[in-house]
């Protein structure tokens, strides 16, 4: 079983400050997802990480893929409280299966 | 059209009745997924169908009985439920046949069992 490690637990920051959130793991990943869940909804894939060192950018959303495979990162520029949810990583594996981190939950404050 | 709809949005019942969760997706996806999501707890799967076969049951309690009638809807039949089973029940739908599957979700079923 692989455990997704994701950090911190909640995050409460203003509107306009940077943040990172990392998922981590003991093993190494196969590819990783970030998803991002709004209160009230269900989550919402944002990426897929598949390559080491590998570097993807939503808008202000810019996702780091451990060198190793084993961490990863989320950065986010200037937040605004669109941002707020709960980010989960989360890694496919055999198809239909996924393990999930616990999610960081962050509230941006206006 | 949302891709995936999830019914009711939010349910109460108490501990001798029978209710289902219903989902559907209009994406043309071949697999389907129920999870519970509790509080401070990752996503905890519970079924999957994919080319309406069930291929996994994670040991889920059998008061929790999945249907799939076809690859466009899932239902979760529920009965004689545990206050501990008040969570939000969230359905998925992927492809099902890609090597990176990606999820997508329904808005969830917020339960709670008196």
């Known amino acids: 079983t692989q455990l997704l490690e994701q950090s911190p637990q909640f995050l409460s920051i203003q509107e306009g400050e940077n943040l990172t959130v990392y998922c981590n793991s003991s093993?190494?990943?196969?590819?990783l997802q970030w998803y991002r869940q709004e209160p009230g909804e269900g989550p919402v894939l944002l990426v897929t990480?598949?390559?080491?060192?590998e570097v993807k950018k939503l808008k202000r959303l810019t996702f780091q893929f451990g060198d190793a495979r084993k961490d990863s990162s989320l950065h986010i520029t200037a937040a605004q409280p669109g941002d707020t949810g709960l980010y989960l990583c989360?890694?496919?594996?055999?198809?239909?299966?996924?393990?999930f981190g616990s999610g960081t939950k962050l509230n941006v404050k206006p | 059209e949302t891709g995936v709809t999830q019914t009711p949005r939010h349910l109460v019942m108490g501990m001798t009745n029978k209710k289902s969760l219903k989902c559907e997706q209009h994406l043309g996806h071949n697999a389907m997924y129920w999870y519970k999501q509790s509080a401070k707890k990752p996503l905890e799967l519970m079924f999957v169908?994919?080319?309406?076969?069930?291929?996994e049951n994670n040991s889920v309690p059998s008061r929790f009985s999945p249907e799939c009638p076809n690859s466009s809807h899932l239902f979760l039949h529920l009965h004689t439920l545990q206050p501990e089973d008040s969570a939000l029940y969230l359905c998925?739908?992927?492809?099902?046949?890609?090597?990176?599957?990606?999820?997508?979700f329904g808005s969830g079923t917020q339960l709670s069992v008196l």
């Open positions: 093993s190494v990943f196969s590819s």
């Open positions: 169908y994919n080319f309406k076969e069930q291929t």
């Open positions: 998925a739908s992927s492809q099902g046949d890609r090597e990176y599957e990606k999820l997508f």
């Open positions: 990480v598949v390559t080491g060192g």
């Open positions: 989360a890694e496919p594996y055999n198809f239909n299966k996924f393990y």
